[in-house]
Structures are given as structure tokens and as C-alpha cells.
């Protein structure tokens, strides 16, 4: 008899502790594989203290029962962890962000310039574990996404204090630089065990709308946060001239005297204040609308998994989504004017 | 009837002409698969100026006979090279370098924000190549030996200012930052070829000893090349303070005094005068034990190959050494004392 779906999040993480302990023990025996000379470098980028929610997502899309622990999605669940923790370490760099898991970011730990290439050195380590599966697809997958992520980020790089950003072309944005390794883990945990090949694509499908949600989400975050809380330094994307989704609704909604200001403060480079920016969001009830196209997202991740109700994945997969809808609902209680 | 061994490096060239043709019809192909939005970023550090030295070590260690061009030899030769172009777009931000080939750097032309992420996409794409071989062995061969040369570079960029460095850690680190790759490219055109696997081994530790050779040759030119000819930036090592085997033989030779004041300049991050310390190397004939190092290593590369003289890629890849020493001599030649 299966368990009954989880109830609540404590519940879910519960389910997936065992792939978590496991996921830890193999993070700690890669750290091994390093050149002696980096090794510290690379344990501090693979500390274990981040959410881990791309592992989580191969757990549960390739969810085979209580207790079952598979040694091909924990190496999954490692290979797009790695891939994410080196974006993470370049993505500081750019950003100039000091602070991330409450700690110093290995940007500023090691200086920029090793840090280029201790991603560099992560992404290689990725890879060649994904080149343990007895097959090329997992390294051919998971190249491609890498490939993409960064191509978002360059994009959204180069479009820095760019406020003639459509909606058409921040979605593809996200869509690359985060649905995309989203949409992978998915594909990958459901692949991986085994599940008839349509769930495999309709995980895909959950992966990729849970990413671009998931994007949104972490958009208005840098908004409306509280850094302490957050654990990583905030504001980042005003202070970079990076337009996002709650920017972009708040440029549409203040007046022409007040949008011509922004947008001068934008392009000239000279960062809006982020308390000021906060209040007019609040007072403009800015994040209701991002809310609801996050709620959008979720619901076309829900309805990819409709046709599998029964799999046994599916309930702590659309957990997954709930998750994300109760945090999303937690952050804007505080913000949205009511 | 195989032909006879090419008489000179024109003659090698033109040998290799047809997978070179090959290779860039190869890399044009590659440009499209990047996004639309980076692939102009892509093609311009993809450009078909450089030497092509890993591919033509591919290329020449799978030799299997005139006028026969292997599409997978193609293949491994567009991983190596796309591999090698990546470090050079990281490397490029790290030295500060603006010119490279005769025209910008891409950390130069796109800024270096930007071109951390060309890098990544470059290293993601060469690892999507790789896995379209039948089997994982090239992905990890080439993701293990990526892993490697980052390792090294890290080494170097750590340890840049520090004068304390041992000839053995020297040697490490330019074993891992250059000759790994030219080990991978030497192992993969034999592996790729179905020639003997002791002479794939062979061709391995050529490869090794090559590369050594050659990035002791690189940091040579560093110091005494004419950056007109050679077409980028030079005496970025002394200028960033990284001990090279040049600079530890002049530091050497130097009185103490003298040394004294180099040894600050160095720490202190004050670069030395280029031309000074140019004109103190020909004063004290260092390039002469420079190209010692170099020959000591082309020697123990020729000897790898001393039981396989019968196999056709031989001759050739005896070439490839020489084509070396003849550089080494050219370049000494108006620089070492009498």
C-alpha cells in the first residue's frame, strides 16, 4: 500500500530525507574528486545548506516508494545541483552580491577572478559525473540546459538597464536561465525510474511552468524580501538595472512624471532607492498581478500532471507546486495592499 | 603506398588541410545551435584564425592515411578546440588581456560580464558535442581534463604576486592548465582511430610532454616575443605577477640586491619594467636555460613514440615536436646572449 500523498511540507520533506542524506554523502565524496589544491574552494561552493530544490524535483518526479533510495537519481539529483551551485558562483560575480546562505559569496571569499574559474571547474565536475550514466542523454541533457541557463543570463546581462523589455522577451529570459534546469530535473527523475515515457514528458512540462513560477517568485522576492530572512543580499536586480516582472507592472501602473524618472534612474545607472521603489509597490498593489501570472504558471504545471493522477510521483509533485503557492502567498500577505 | 613523412611544416599543414576544411565547416554548423540571441557572440570567439593546435594534434595522432578525414576525428577536434576557446575567453577577463588574434578580446568586446557566460555556453556546447559520440568515454575524458586545466588555472591565479613558487608546483600547474588538454587531444586521435590501445597510452604521454613543452615556450614568448607578430597582449604575466619559468630563472641569476627590488616590484604589484626585465634576460642568457626545459621535454615526448615509429601517425606527430623546437629556436635565436 502506498503512503498517502503528504499533508504538509515538513511531511514532504520527510518523504525525500533519505535521497537528501544520500544526496549529502555523494556531494561530500565528489568534493574528493577536486585537485588537492581546490578542494576547500570547492566544498565551501558545495556546502549543504541551500534549499536544493532541483534535487528534490528528481526525488519526487522520479518518486519509486517509501524508503526506495536509487543510486541514478541521487547522481542526478547531484549533476544539476552542481550546474546550479556554478551558476550561482558566476551569477554573484555579476551581480556584485557579497552575501548568499548567510555567508560570503565565493565571489567575495576568493576574489572574482578564481571564482570564474571554480565555476568553470564545478561545471566540468558536473559533467563528468553525468558522463557516469551508461548512456550519453543524461550529459547530452544536461550540456544543452547548461548551455541555455547561460544564454539567458547573458541576455539578461546585456540587457541591463534595457527598459524596453517585452513581456515576450523576460519570459524567454527566465524560461532559459531557470525553467530550463527545472524542466531537466523533472524529465530526468521521471526518465530515470523508468515511468511510462509520457509522464517523462509531462514531468518536463510540470518542470518547466514550476520554473518560470519559480522565477517570478524569486523576482519579486528581491523586491519585496526581507534580506535577514532570505539569506542572500537583495535588491540586486534594481541596483543592477535588471527589468523584472514587478519593475515592468510598476512602470506600467505610475504616472508619465513618475515612470520618466524611474526610467532615467534606470538607464543612467543611479539605482532607485529600494524602500522607495518597495513603498510605491505596496501602494500600487504591484504584486497582486505578479501573484497572479505566478498562479498562471502553477496552473498549467497542475494540468500537465492531470493524465497521471495515479502515478505514484504525482501527489508530491503538485505538493511541489503548493509549496511554492503557500510561500508566494506568505510573502505577499505583507505586501499586497489590500 | 603511405607518403612519405612531410619535409616541413608547410607540408604537415597542407596534410591536415582537409580535416582542417573539415573542422570549420564543423564549427560554422556549431554557431547555429547556440541561441539566436548569443550566436554572433558565439561565432566571433569561434573565429577560424587561431593555430588549431589541439585539433591538428587530433587530427595527426588519429592519422589514418592521405585524403581520409573521419568525422569523428572532426568531432573530438571541434571538442578540444571549443574547450581551449572557452578557457581563452575566461583567461582573457582574468589577465585583463584586450587583444587576442589581432582583434578584441571578447571580455573587450562584450565586457566581462558577459563573456563569463559566452564561456559557460562555449564549454556547455563543446560537452553537447562530446556526447554525441556512441559512448560516455569522451564526455568524460574531455569534462575530467576541462576540470583539470580550471584547477590550474585557479593554482595560477591564487598564487599570482607569490614569489615562493617551487619548480615542482611550476610544473604542476601548467601540467594541468595546458598539457592536459594536449594529453586528451593526443589520446582521443589515436583512441578515435582504432589504432593499438598501447599506442593510444603513447600517444597520451606525448601529448603530456608536448603541451608542457609548450606552455614553457608560451611563457617564453611572454617575455621576448614581439606582441606585433605573435598578435596579443604580451608580458601579462609579469604584469599580473605570475611567476613563469622565465622570470624564476632571472630571479635567480640576479644579484641579491637586485633581486630584492624585483621581488617588490612583484609583491607589491608594481609590475616591472617589460623592457627592463627583457634586457636583463638577454644580458644574463636565461631564454638559454628556458629552452633547455623545453628540449627536455620534447626529448621524453619523442621517446614515447620510439616503439610505435611503424604506425602511420608517427612521422607526423614527430612534425609536431619539431614544429616547435623550430619556433623555440626562431624566437631565441635574437634573444639569447653568445
Redesign the interface.
Known amino acids: 500500500m502506498p503512503l498517502p500523498p503528504p499533508r504538509d511540507f515538513s511531511e514532504l520533506f520527510e518523504r525525500v530525507g533519505p535521497h537528501m542524506a544520500a544526496l549529502d554523502g555523494f556531494m561530500r565524496r565528489e568534493v574528493e574528486h ?2 588537492p ?2 578542494r576547500d ?1 570547492a566544498a565551501y561552493c558545495l556546502d549543504t545548506s541551500g534549499k536544493r530544490l532541483r534535487p528534490t524535483m528528481v526525488f519526487v518526479s522520479g518518486w519509486q516508494g517509501e524508503g526506495v533510495v536509487s543510486d541514478d537519481l541521487v547522481r542526478a539529483a547531484g549533476v544539476v545541483e552542481m550546474v546550479h551551485l ?2 550561482l558562483v ?1 551569477d554573484d ?2 551581480d556584485r552580491a557579497e552575501i548568499r546562505r548567510s555567508r560570503r559569496t565565493a565571489a567575495r571569499e ?2 572574482p ?2 571564482a ?6 564545478l ?3 558536473a ?2 559525473i ?7 542523454e543524461v ?2 541533457l544536461v ?2 540546459s ?3 541557463v ?2 539567458g ?3 539578461q ?2 540587457r541591463r538597464r534595457d527598459i524596453n523589455i517585452s513581456l515576450a522577451e523576460y519570459r524567454r529570459m527566465i524560461d ?1 536561465k531557470t525553467a530550463e534546469l527545472f524542466r531537466v530535473s523533472c524529465f530526468l527523475g521521471a526518465r530515470l525510474s523508468g515511468h511510462d515515457p509520457a509522464f517523462a514528458q509531462a514531468a518536463d512540462r510540470f518542470g518547466h511552468h514550476l520554473g518560470i513560477a519559480y522565477q517570478i517568485y524569486d523576482d519579486l522576492v528581491d523586491f519585496v524580501g526581507e534580506e535577514k530572512r532570505i539569506g542572500k543580499t537583495l535588491g540586486t536586480d534594481l541596483a543592477t538595472g535588471k527589468l523584472t516582472l514587478p519593475l515592468m507592472l510598476l512602470l506600467e501602473r505610475v504616472s508619465a512624471d513618475e515612470r520618466a524618472v524611474m526610467v532615467a534612474a534606470l538607464r543612467g545607472g543611479h539605482p532607485l532607492g529600494l524602500s522607495a521603489s518597495k513603498q510605491r509597490m505596496q501602494e500600487l498593489g504591484i504584486a497582486g498581478g505578479v501573484v497572479r501570472a505566478i498562479d498562471e504558471e502553477l496552473a498549467v504545471a497542475r494540468e500537465a500532471l492531470a493524465p497521471f493522477t495515479r502515478l505514484t510521483p504525482v501527489p508530491l509533485m503538485l505538493q511541489l507546486g503548493e509549496m511554492l503557492q503557500k510561500q508566494v502567498g506568505a510573502l505577499s500577505a505583507t505586501t499586497v495592499s489590500p
Chains 1, 2 share one sequence.
Request: aromatic share 8%.
Open positions: 577536486f585537485e589544491e581546490i574552494m556554478a551558476t558566476h560575480i555579476m576568493f576574489g577572478d578564481a570564474v574559474l571554480l565555476g568553470d571547474a561545471f566540468s565536475q559533467l563528468h553525468a558522463s557516469q550514466f551508461p548512456t550519453t550529459c547530452r550540456s544543452e547548461t548551455r541555455k547561460c544564454s543570463e547573458i541576455m546581462t546585456l532559459l
